[in-house]
């Protein structure tokens, strides 16, 4: 099976960007922030409940090889089609090792710096609003994916979202709009436990407000609370990473 029959297969697409969920004018930047972010959530280490967590994860770094080759791009591009017979999807790689050396570890300092420049960014705004839209006004779904956001940030990001529908830049949905107060409280409830299991954990491993291994802290609570950490870490680390060397390049795919 080639390389756009599994990916229909396993993320119910064969189109390449949007199994990404971006578009064909995507940058290369686009293209390496969310290849990161969506094979976080199907890294084998991540996702031990996915029994195809291991083949979506492999196809994904196929898929990232084809759109970071600037010859095989184009072909996809023009034509549609992938070079099954190139190097990059026929040699027998380790995709874990190769997702490693793309992105390596983030230290605290860079989280606390990159929080300071991200909030009350356009970034931030433009980063609100598109979950606004893509979660149809739901804040539960909106909290839980904001990047750098946590439950005290609530009344900030409903203000960046009640003045983009004032000004008539997205559309008043009702679940925003009309929200209950019921669902509210129980919003508030949810973060102030885990808020509460953050500190009795990082109390637990004797980590320190400055620690690095704060990071690591984070990464084992990821499961109780997974989108709302690959939201944040997987921006920051895409962000962060240093750049490697490209793999050799296959056959051009033929025409």
């Not at 949810?190 to 299991?197: F, G, L, S």
Request: aromatic share 8%; glycine share 4%.
């Amino acid at each position: 099976m080639g390389l756009l029959e599994r990916c229909k297969e396993l993320f119910n697409t064969s189109n390449l960007y949007e199994v990404l969920g971006i578009n064909k004018e995507a940058t290369e930047a686009d293209i390496r922030r969310s290849y990161y972010k969506v094979s976080l959530k199907v890294h084998p280490d991540r996702a031990p409940d996915d029994q195809q967590a291991t083949e979506k994860f492999q196809v994904l770094g196929k898929l990232y090889s084809v759109l970071s080759d600037q010859e095989q791009r184009a072909v996809y591009d023009e034509q549609g089609v992938v070079d099954e017979e190139s190097d990059v999807l026929s040699q027998d790689r380790c995709w874990e090792e190769y997702w490693r050396l793309l992105f390596p570890k983030v230290t605290m300092q860079d989280i606390l710096e990159f929080e300071k420049k991200y909030k009350g960014s356009d970034e931030e705004r433009e980063d609100v609003i598109r979950l606004y839209v893509q979660h149809e006004g739901d804040l539960d779904s909106i909290m839980a994916s904001a990047l750098c956001c946590t439950q005290d940030d609530e009344p900030r990001l409903c203000s960046i979202i009640q003045a983009a529908i004032k000004s008539r830049d997205v559309k008043a949905f009702p679940a925003f709009c009309q929200e209950s107060a019921k669902k509210k409280k129980a919003r508030r409830k949810r973060a102030d436990k885990e808020r509460q299991e953050a500190e009795e954990m990082q109390k637990e491993m004797g980590l320190g407000d400055e620690d690095d291994s704060l990071v690591m802290m984070l990464k084992q609570k990821q499961q109780s609370r997974e989108k709302n950490f690959n939201s944040f870490l997987s921006d920051l680390e895409a962000k962060y990473s240093k750049k490697v060397s490209k793999p050799p390049k296959g056959k051009k795919a033929k025409k």
